[in-house]
């Protein structure tokens, strides 16, 4: 069965470090949807992706947060420097095309210091 | 007014039991709804989606979409201890196609 890939599966750091999260969507779903999620709430957009373009990133902190997808692909959300409210569980969706059923990755839980 | 609502519970219902989840919605232009199921340190899975007025059964599960009233809800019938975790209101707006995620309901099936 086809299912998002997300790494690392945890990642404890200390403040003002860098962080990666690595997400290979299924294969052929255009879209790739990035989500913050803090504990006892829901999921929050970062940033959206069709093919290997941002069409909504209106929530990324864009001062430390980065996110691409070169290819059209797989995608790396950045985050420089971290800060302690930033712990929280990063989770990848792909759809086969935007408003489409999402399937998340496993997630990333990111612990900062 | 947030976009998704939900009555984050706790709720709590008996094993064998219904429990009933509701969500509402504000913009009425929304046109795809959907049910997560969200376990305790792990991602939301989906359970059902909901496209038109009335009601979709899938097994156990039924989902119920009102958009007169712009409002979701999910039917659990026969509920069990398994069944318990965090239940998430997804739905796409249709305009930019943005989905906005509810805070959930969390529910506890009692044995």
Known sequence: EAEVAQSPRYKITEKSQAVAFWC?????????????????????????????????????????????????????????????????????????????????????????? | QKEVEQNSGPLSVPE????????????????????YRQYSGKSPELIMSIYSNGDKEDGRF?????????????????????DSATYLCAVNRGTGNQFYFGTGTSLTVIP
């Open chain 1, 24 to 113: 290979d969507p299924i294969s052929g779903h255009a879209t790739l949807y990035w989500y913050r999620q803090i504990l006892g709430q829901g999921p929050e957009l970062l940033v959206q992706f069709q093919d290997e373009s941002v069409v909504d990133d209106s929530q990324l902190p864009k001062d430390r947060f980065s996110a691409e997808r070169l290819k059209g692909v797989d995608s790396t959300l950045k985050i420089q420097p971290a800060e302690l409210g930033d712990s929280a569980m990063y989770l990848c969706a792909s759809s086969l095309a935007a408003g489409q059923v999402q399937y998340f990755g496993a997630g990333t839980r990111l612990s900062v210091l």
């Open chain 2, 62 to 82: 039924t989902a119920q979409l009102n958009k007169a009233s712009q409002y979701v809800s999910l039917l659990i019938r026969d509920s069990q201890p398994s």
């Open chain 2, 16 to 35: 064998g039991a219904i429990a009933s989840l509701n969500c509402t919605y504000s913009d009425r232009g929304s046109q795809s709804f959907f049910w």
